[in-house]
T-cell receptor, first 113, second 115 residues
Framework: DAKTTQPNSMESNEEEPVHLPCNHS???????IHWYRQLPSQGPEYVIH???SNVNNRMASLAIAEDRKSSTLILHRATLRDAAVYYC??????????????FGAGTILRVKS | EPEVTQTPSHQVTQMGQEVILRCVPI?????FYWYRQILGQKVEFLVS????????KSEIFDDQFSVERPDGSNFTLKIRSTKLEDSAMYFC?????????????FGPGTRLTVT
């Protein structure tokens, strides 16, 4: 599985946007970029995924660099409930479903009120 | 919204005992997974299961571990003879079998404490 690199932790103020970076310089052409998050004492939760184009959903936006070697998860207005560990994960499109998730250490996001 | 459920939420057992962790995946899902997370560490894949057989397993998933789908709703993880190092949160996940689905839906986890 291709490796991802994320900062260990980030801090944000409530109601402000948060940009969570992820580097994946060895990404292959068939790798999707997935983001999951894990709230305290809960199981991981899907946030968003993309291949080449930027993506938006009700939870977040995903901005993907043109060369696909990096991506950024954008929370438009952080709330206290967004405090969690955020994981950037690459998954091969060829085995898109039925394929395991390989979690790294992720980024711990702290949100200040 | 449908969700994955797991029971029990917390299981305490003595070293060497057998434990069975139970999961009820979302009803129309066909792929099932177990992951574990030792306190303070990464979430680790254990096993995936499809069409009543294991499709992939990790090095952690040795002969002490087994999975079963005994009926149309439950998905279980059995550890035959628990060790202290099996203490962890165990998460079940499921995925629907359709091309448009990319999400794995995780349960709340079972905390296993081996004493």
């Amino acid at each position: 599985d291709a490796k991802t690199t994320q900062p260990n932790s980030m801090e944000s103020n409530e109601e402000e946007p948060v940009h969570l970076p992820c580097n994946h310089s060895t990404i292959s052409g068939t790798d999707y970029i997935h983001w999951y998050r894990q709230l305290p004492s809960q199981g991981p939760e899907y946030v968003i995924h993309g291949l080449t184009s930027n993506v938006n959903n009700r939870m977040a936006s995903l901005a993907i660099a043109e060369d696909r070697k990096s991506s950024t998860l954008i929370l438009h207005r952080a709330t206290l409930r967004d405090a969690a560990v955020y994981y950037c994960i690459l998954r091969d499109r060829v085995m898109e479903y039925g394929n395991k998730l390989v979690f790294g250490a992720g980024t711990i996001l702290r949100v200040k009120s | 919204e449908p969700e994955v459920t797991q029971t029990p939420s917390h299981q305490v057992t003595q070293m060497g005992q057998e434990v069975i962790l139970r999961c009820v995946p979302i009803s129309n899902h066909l792929y099932f997974y177990w992951y574990r997370q030792i306190l303070g560490q990464k979430v680790e894949f254990l096993v995936s299961f499809y069409n009543n057989e294991i499709s992939e397993k990790s090095e952690i998933f040795d002969d002490q571990f087994s999975v079963e789908r005994p009926d149309g709703s439950n998905f279980t993880l059995k550890i035959r003879s628990t060790k202290l190092e099996d203490s962890a949160m165990y998460f079940c996940a499921s995925t629907p079998d359709r091309i448009s689905s990319y999400e794995q839906y995780f349960g709340p986890g079972t905390r296993l404490t081996v004493t």
